[in-house]
């Protein structure tokens, strides 16, 4: 792979932590590539009665990029297509296991994250892929950094956005009281308990995996609107609306896998995607962060760019979660561009 070109001048080393380049406060909206179809899809069998949808868009002889999508329990999207440059790239989509289009939808059944490693792996090697660039946001990049440190000589670079590495104190603010989003958001924290007794909110996670997971087809779908509700709630800074409306079949899906994963602490050890972050030396990144990310706060990009040299952070001023704000979306197609323009 060629070197990267120069860091631009904005981008400066901090003798207090990793170099990192702030985005402009405001500019005119970006815009994401024109929308494409596939031009190839299909299942693949990933075992463990597991089948996995899959497609490739753009340029058949460009750079293999993989988008790897959030949750965990979320899907791919027509829109994830246009991160990247058709002409230069070819993109390569998948929905993990239970999600989106791959079947059976919302299965449990043997879906951990070293089970979406195998996936990732076989998916390469069903595609005729040497090494590809990974893009993921939050979960997307909590997998792509599992992968990575698991299979470097396969990646050839990385963007990604809200790094979340499945760490307590990670969880502990999204999902205990005091943990600080309640603190941001005590309105939408109210809504949140609301369904659960005072007995059982010391551990929130595992009540609401008892309600997504018990049977009841009522309380999970009451449950699976509550949980989702939560995030939606913390994702922007934006006024939008949500992704699905209650009672969606996706927002059971997205609950009863996010949950499962996160009951599980993700099927990580305590501070392993940090720890291992070595296994990353060589592999150019650029991570996106919103400053005001309250789903994936700062200090996690923070962390794993004082331990990756190659990756260069870009703090946006003005950012939160969701990868379609204007300054996110803006870093995020540079990132893509800028790596079409080096590898």
Known sequence: MNALPERPAALHADLRGPAYAPSPLPSPAPERYPRIEPYDSGFLEAGDGHRLYWEKCGNPHGTPALFLHGGPGGGCSKTDRRWFDPQKYCIVLFDQRGCGRSMPQGSLHANTTQHLIDDIEKLRVHCGVERWVLMGGSWGATLALAYGQRFPERVRAMVLRGVFMARRDELRWLYEEGGGASQLFPDAWEQFIAPIPPAERGDLIGAYYARLTGGDAALEIAAANAWCAWEDRLTTLLPAPPACGPGDPALLTLARI????????????????????????????????????????????????????????????DGAHASGEPGNLRQLIAATDGFAASI
């Open 258 to 317: 996010e949950c499962h994963y996160f009951r599980h602490a993700a099927f990580l050890a305590e501070g392993q995607l940090l720890a291992d972050a070595h296994l990353l030396h060589g592999i150019p990144a650029t991570i996106v962060q919103g400053r005001y990310d309250v789903i994936a706060p700062p200090v996690s990009a923070w962390d794993l760019a004082r331990a990756w040299p190659q990756a260069h952070l870009r703090i946006v001023p």
